[in-house]
């Protein structure tokens, strides 16, 4: 895996110079410079940094592939783009969305209530919300609210209970009635991990006779010229893109039809989300086999053909793509606390006045090791290791003997695998990942990586600094929950290569890339690790600001967050140490005072790292 494998997943987002991982974009900071500074406000913990110019580039990157595919297929209809809230409701990520958005006029979809309340608070006047999802008659009338207040708001009905609430809610009241989408079930079914959205047995959609049914109740309620919209959504993570170009047939021709049968207001296909993100760090294209490009003009292409066929006119295409959209936007960074195999550090050895004959010659073959010798000496090292702890076990060396064997042992390895590191043999290979090494991280996989935790999905991962020299040691990440799910285990198909650091004299960061999209929301407070500290990073061509600061959770912030009484546990544990017998005043002052610092601080560990 050459360089983390950024070529194939950053979209040439980063790249690597001086050793370090950097910007690509303006005046280029590198992501451990940010960090450092961020660090030097007494932050500990991960931390979660966003980066708006890469919003802006995927939203520029939407559009600008749409109008091209428009404008070489001589489509008469118009593009459209909404970002689905679910994908990522954090007001920092909102407000670099809706910023970033509004020269193309992007708009936002909401999914329940209060993704509705969003929309209606967030976006610009004008600019379009598609609600999808269950809705009750309330949320029904809350749309009918935003159409009221000027709002360019489409509901899509997920069933036919839907309509009849909304021509009930008209009837009774004289707001404005806001636009009306249908979502259609498709006979062609989705792919990928959560293509679950599309086909027959979707949860969601209606049938074409219950399309049929639709029509129907809307021309006789008089409400027909309020039906702009044909939606579908086949599933998040695409990775081919057949299942599309399938659907868009069938939702096409549904346009079509419908537009015949006198729907002569509806003039919208709402392709929905799906496009996918590469978080592969191994091989080329595994994760989609299409690009924006091909996708654009096989959207476009599609509709353009079917409209022709039927002669009907071309309709302005939505889109609810979230992932594509976020993803790349966050970054994050988490400290490495500890190195387990350090454990073998030759500091630690103790040797005795006379030691046992074979030790005396793993000290030597320690010594004398070079590249000439290596394969050989490790060979006699292992061997020698295989005696003594059979001699241990008979009795015949101490447990001293033993640890200074295996201190010696680890060495030689570790040796051997720097000095053949530019052509390892097979055996070196699998001695390397026999001595995997365990790097303990500031962070919480449950918090902030959960797909990783729920649906095994990788996250490109990769350390800010040390990019000059060669990682040796075989890796497995290990979270600071006490849960055995909070590890990233090494993937021998996906090997993970990290570097040997003495976290005595230096810290160590990684990065986790591409986790914008999804695991914000999702992530949890198992343990109670609360959303990282998080930071949004503009960049100009000169430097950079660090802006939006939002300090992970306080720990009684934390406890307060899932119903305690912060005050109650604060006095209690106040009033119990300070009844205590103390042997000074002043100790009894100190010691308060550390406690009352200790509360104020996030839940994330802060020695060392
Ligand atoms: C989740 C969802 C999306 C977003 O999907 P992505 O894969 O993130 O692009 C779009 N539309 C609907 C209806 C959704 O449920």
Known sequence: MKNFGLDIWSNKNFIIEDGQIKLNYKSMPSLLQIVEEIRSNEV??????????????QIKT?????????????????????FPLKVNQFPHAIEAITTQGEPYNYGLEAGSKAELILAMSKITMGSNITVNGFKDKEMITLGFMAAQSGHNITLTIEGLGELETIIEVAQECKLKIPNIGIRVRLHSAGSGAWAKSGGMDAKFGLTSTEIIEAITLLRDADMLEHLSMIHFHIGSQMSDIAPLKKALREAGNIYAELRKMGALKLDNINIGGGLAVEYDQHTHSTSRNYSIDEFSSSVVFLLGEIMKAKNVKHPNIFTESGRFIVASHAVLITPVLELFTQDYHEKLLNFKTVNPPLIKELIELNKLLNNANCIEYLHDALDHM?????????????????????ILVHNIIKKALYLKSANPTDELEQLQIKLQERYLINASIFQSLPDYWGLGQHFPVMP????????????????ITCDSDGEIGFNPEKPL???????????????????????????MNHNLFTHP????????????????????????????????????????LISDLSSSKFSTEKEKNDTLAKLELFLEQNGYLRTTN
């Open 497 to 523: 290569y990290l570097h040997d650091v003495n976290l005595d004299e230096e810290e160590y960061f990684l990065g986790f890339f591409n986790v914008g999209a999804y695991q914000e929301t999702l992530g």
């Open 386 to 406: 295989e005696s003594l702890l059979t001699l241990f076990d008979l009795g015949y060396i101490d447990l001293q003997d033993r640890s200074n064997a295996e």
């Open 464 to 479: 800010l600094h040390h990019l000059n020299t060669t990682p040796l040691r075989a890796a497995s990440l290990w979270d």
């Open 62 to 82: 939407l559009y600008s592939y749409f109008d091209k595919a428009m404008q070489a297929n001589n489509y008469k209809g118009k593009f459209n783009a909404v």
């Open 44 to 57: 500990r913990g991960p931390v979660l940094l966003r980066f708006p110019h890469l919003i802006k580039r």
């Open 533 to 572: 500290s998080e930071y949004t990073v503009s960049i100009d061509e000169n430097s950079y600001e660090i802006k939006n600061a939002v300090e992970s959770k306080s720990i009684l912030n934390i406890l307060e967050s899932i119903g305690y009484d912060s005050n109650e546990l604060h006095n209690k």
